[in-house]
């Protein structure tokens, strides 16, 4: 899920999007510190509104979504990790207007 909004010249736009997506991921490394590449292919929904003093919209299109990323886990127990990774994600359709959308995130997380 990601949402982009901004105000420019009194006028009001925001654009959300919903990627669903099939990943696959590649894992390198030992059992404490791993590297990772992923891809992934799907088809993604947005919607656009625009408020501005002469006219409003709302409008919803779908679209292709294709992405490519890689990170690094840290396991420093042995039921928790870190995690680091950057994605790229490309995004067919008029509201995107056919581009891209990087993505950095950071998270921990518990193995059960």
Same mark, same amino acid.
């Given at each position: 899920?990601?949402?982009?909004?901004?105000?420019?010249?009194?006028?009001?736009?925001?654009?959300?999007?919903?990627?669903?997506?099939?990943?696959?991921?590649? $894992?390198?490394?030992?059992?404490?510190?791993?590297?990772?590449?992923?891809?992934?292919? %799907?088809?993604?929904?947005?919607?656009?509104?625009?408020?501005?003093? *002469? +006219?409003?919209?709302?409008?919803?299109?779908?679209? $292709?979504?294709?992405? *490519?990323?890689?990170?690094? $886990?840290?396991?420093? %127990?042995?039921?928790?990790? *870190?995690?680091?990774?950057?994605?790229?994600?490309? +995004?067919?359709?008029?509201?995107?207007?056919?581009?891209?959308?990087?993505?950095?995130?950071?998270?921990?997380?518990?193995?059960?």
């Amino acid at each position: 899920y990601m949402r982009l909004s901004g105000t420019e010249s009194g006028s009001d736009f925001g654009l959300t999007t919903v990627p669903i997506c099939f990943v696959g991921r590649m $894992m390198f490394g030992g059992d404490s510190f791993r590297f990772f590449i992923r891809g992934q292919g %799907g088809t993604h929904i947005s919607t656009i509104s625009y408020s501005g003093a *002469l +006219l409003s919209k709302n409008d919803t299109q779908w679209g $292709m979504a294709l992405g *490519l990323g890689g990170g690094v $886990m840290f396991f420093p %127990g042995e039921k928790t990790f *870190l995690s680091a990774e950057y994605e790229g994600l490309w +995004l067919s359709n008029a509201f995107a207007n056919t581009g891209t959308i990087g993505t950095v995130a950071m998270g921990v997380g518990f193995r059960f």
